[in-house]
């Protein structure tokens, strides 16, 4: 029996990097904002570089952190942290392309011809889920298999980012203890009222750490990984109803009619994406 011709698949790009400059111009502006503040109020930036209120802040902060985190769930954040600035995540039209290939080659020979080019896949959500196709698996098995590992990846980048969540809120209180603990070195030399004030200005550095680093980075990283795990699992529901489409034999038009839906749902109300899915499944069933 000859070979059947392997169709190339336009490839995925999940690995390919790109800077996030919304986030680096994000933390640019607000330090460029905080600091030309400062200046113009006749300040200058020695004012508030105070290695020791940062010592208390961000050291306190992280061992507070380290208190409430499970040392691998830890681990797992400081190492999504890159994430926040580099954006990894496939383009939802990449990966209709790419099931649509493999839609058209199941169609004319059959889905057992894709097992090859299933191997080749870069995106192991869905490899998976096409090797699991090829082998027979049966469809509601398939999708449960693959559904629960999406749910199990969610999760997990929620606890990566209650860690930053949870540095954003110590980071504030332990600026205040910096505080405190410069007060009490001030009251020692009251006797010196030149040295009481200026005192008073270096202890209240803590408290700008702490309430900066909160609102500034710990907070808005944990809203970034957050945004980037419910892109993710689009993406991976857009491949798992691709899949489930090439199991069932659909039209490549019509799949790619349906999973369309998904690259345009970062505009389109939950609802709506909810109400056309059901109206796309009433006309399949007619069909």
């Known amino acids: 029996m000859a070979e059947l011709p392997k169709v190339r698949p336009v490839a995925l790009k999940p690995i390919v990097s790109k800077p996030d400059f919304a986030t680096i111009g994000g933390l640019v502006i607000a330090l460029a904002g905080m600091l030309g503040g400062l200046l113009l109020e006749g300040g200058k930036i020695r004012d508030v570089a105070q290695i020791t209120a940062a010592l208390i802040v961000f050291g306190g902060t992280f061992g507070a952190v380290m208190v409430t985190s499970p040392f691998p769930v830890l681990m797992r954040a400081i190492r999504k942290l890159q994430l926040v600035f580099v954006d990894r995540a496939p383009q939802p039209q990449d990966a209709i392309n790419e099931i649509i290939s493999f839609a058209s080659k199941a169609r004319k020979h059959g889905i ?166 059901s109206s796309l499944a009433a006309v399949e069933a007619e069909t």
Do not use: C, W
């Open 112 to 277: 057992v011809s894709l097992e090859q080019d299933a191997d080749n896949v870069p995106d192991e959500f869905l490899r998976k889920a096409l090797n699991l196709a090829v082998d027979g698996t049966d469809l509601n098995e398939l999708r449960k298999m693959m559904e629960l590992e999406a749910v199990v990846e969610e999760h997990r980048a929620e606890e990566e980012a209650k860690v930053f969540d949870s540095a954003g809120g110590y980071a504030p209180t332990i600026g205040i203890i910096g505080a405190v603990l410069g007060l009490i070195q001030v009251m020692k030399h009251l006797e010196n009222i030149d040295e009481v004030g200026r005192g008073i200005a270096v202890a209240f550095v803590a408290t700008v750490y702490g309430v900066a680093s909160a609102n500034l980075f710990f907070l808005p990283v944990a809203s970034k990984l957050r945004a980037r795990a419910h892109r993710a699992t689009q993406i991976k529901e857009l491949m798992l109803e691709g899949v489930v489409a090439i199991v069932e034999g659909l039209n490549p038009k019509l799949i790619r009619t349906k999973l369309e839906a998904y690259a345009r749902e970062a505009t389109v109300a939950p609802a709506k994406t909810a109400a056309a899915a």
